[in-house]
């Protein structure tokens, strides 16, 4: 092979296409490739994104081949636009829905623990947007359910620790083990080893 025939060129972007292809753009989908030659001598090169890789290049030994593999392309990068906008929204809805329920007052509470379970409970002082400013509430025994057992409920009358701020995640309130979650007003179960 000649050297002329391994000459490449750059786009602007530092995308390689082939000299003497014809390049096209399909912004909505941030797609472009260049098709060059035709019939048996057709050769594809596609690219989606800001990737500087291209997706595939390849040699056809039709027009009708090469159109059928840029259309099933195409369809796929508009699926996966598709998908990625349908989760977008989703989430959307469900941070609403998060931030929708917190208000200052509401008591929120974090289960965790591995040979037992610790429960927490915290009250909202503040909301700004997607920031929550909360305090840790003492917790008491209402209930002794069997051994090394108890439910328990907010003391609200005892502040434990500094208020901290979190920010809304559309599971909740991320916490070091969990995430923070409104309190229905139901007791909790709290367990303990020793």
């Known amino acids: 092979m ?12 530092g995308r390689y296409f082939p000299d003497a292809a014809v390049r096209y753009r399909y912004d909505a989908l941030q797609a472009e490739w260049a098709i060059s030659g035709r019939g048996a ?9 800001r990737r ?4 595939f290049y390849r040699s056809y030994r039709s027009d009708y081949a090469l159109e059928a593999d840029l259309s099933r392309w195409l369809d796929e990068l508009a699926a996966k636009a598709f998908r990625r906008a349908q989760a977008q ?6 941070m609403a829905e998060t931030i929708g329920g917190l208000a200052p007052g509401r008591i929120l509470y974090h289960a965790w623990g591995y040979d037992q379970t610790n429960v927490q409970f915290y009250r ?22 069997r051994h090394l057992s108890e439910r328990v409920v ?13 920010v809304v995640r559309p599971t ?7 995430s923070l979650r409104l309190w229905d007003g139901t007791p909790r179960e709290r367990t303990w080893t020793h």
Do not use: C
Not at 41 to 49: K, S, V
Not at 89 to 94: G, P
């Open 154 to 166: 907010p003391d609200l009358n005892a502040l434990v620790g500094k208020p901290l701020w979190k």
């Open 52 to 55: 500087q890789r291209f997706d």
């Open 124 to 145: 909202i002082l503040e909301v700004r947007g997607r920031k929550v400013q909360i305090v840790e509430v003492a917790s008491v025994s209402v209930e002794v359910t």
């Open 41 to 49: 001598e057709a050769t594809l090169i596609t690219y989606h994104g």
């Open 2 to 13: 000649s050297n002329s025939k391994r000459k490449r060129k750059a786009s602007v972007s």
């Open 172 to 178: 909740g309130l991320p916490m070091n083990y969990g």
């Open 89 to 94: 929204r989703e989430e959307a809805a469900r």
